[in-house]
């Protein structure tokens, strides 16, 4: 029997059933066959490549395998896109077996910076685990007893990257008319900008965390200026872009609120997929870049103040619930939100107006384009007064102060 009869014969017996039954069937044939693990390792490539196709990025896809397996699976992805990307030309080959009987996909559009910074970080994921890591070809798996084991996990994860829905695709659908400028290695700012982030997640200090908190955004802010106006002297080289980032349970749709409110204060816009886990953040490379480094950094200040809250709690005798968190983190978004909306209408000179105006008229066409339907949700779960006092007051220290005109 071939080694590819091998794996279509599992794949024809556990792909295409969601049972126990059909998924110990397909990993009982694969797991006699020791001579199909490269096909069964190439096929894995294949799903990937698909999932670039369907609009998926690297990061996308090991953030959702980790959301819906476990880590094992994410360690298996990993080393199937490293393997893949390491391929000069891996949209060249053939794709004679269309899943599911569907036709091959478009191919994707070109890869950006960020594709590339997104697999160098997967490549040391797959490296962390040693040369033992759990891989599709099975040559080295000491995580695994057993062969039958092994390819449980590999079809459990082909089952999961059969299924992925089709997303929009990021890049631009047509290049710009003039060349694009390259991308920069990383400013000094925002080397200084990540630095004083980091201190106000460390410090213990309320007062300390929102002077470098409101420091840092003064610093995004001057440096989206300085992005602008080098835009503005060549206006065909840059265009807005877009990036998906994770916004992870629990409490996933006050973070979500979060994140759009220091999108829309950095001059761009969220849309967020609760279905899938992530919001897409549109907009031009260096405020991509802010909304990136403040959201994480006031996520975990929150989580901080928050810890600090409940414990104060019960310290007084209360027990707190899960609805004094949700509560929590809910005002926290909104007064983060009310704040940066009031503190952006005095960053920038008026003079600097229109070369903003015609960056936010770019960004909303691109926001369009991607979405061209989207829905508004009303946020549940928030009863618990005392929470969301405390998550109003987290925000306020946390949160920037006015600040006199950029020039």
Known sequence: MS?????????????YADTDTALDTGASLLAADPGADAELGRRGEEFVATA??????????????????????VRLVAALITTESSHDHPHARAHTRPHHGRPTDPPNHPRGPRWAA????????????????????????????????HATTVLELYRLLL???????????EPSAGPRRERRPESRMLSRIRALLA?????????????????????????????????????????????????EAPYEQ??????????????????????????????????????????TSLLVQAQTAMTKAEAAQRAGGRKRTKSFRQSFLAAYAHRVGTRLAAAAETQVAQDLLPVLATRDIAVNDRLDHLFPQTTTTRLRGVSDEAGWTEGAEAADRAQVRSRRPLH
């Open 163 to 173: 299924s992925l829905p089709a997303l929009e695709p990021l890049e631009p659908l």
């Open 118 to 149: 997104q697999l160098a970080h997967i490549a040391r994921l797959a490296q962390s685990e040693e040369s033992g890591s759990a891989t599709a070809q099975g040559t080295r798996r000491p995580q695994h007893p057993d062969r039958f084991t």
């Open 3 to 15: 080694t590819t009869s091998t794996v279509e014969r599992a794949f024809r017996a556990a792909l």
């Open 52 to 73: 670039w196709r369907r609009g998926w990025q690297p990061a996308d896809l090991v953030r959702f395998v980790r959301r819906e397996l476990d880590e094992v699976h």
């Open 199 to 247: 201190k106000a997640e460390a410090t213990g200090y309320p007062e300390e965390a929102e002077a470098l908190s409101a420091k840092a955004q003064e610093l995004m802010a001057r440096h989206s200026v300085d992005e602008a106006l080098l835009a503005a002297q060549a206006p065909a080289g840059d265009a807005p872009s877009a990036c998906r980032v994770g916004v």
């Open 254 to 295: 006050a973070k979500a609120i979060l994140l759009d409110a220091v999108a829309t204060a950095n001059h761009c816009r969220a849309v967020w997929n609760e279905a899938l886990g992530f919001s897409t953040v549109v907009g031009f490379e260096a405020d991509l870049e802010a909304v990136e480094l403040l959201y």
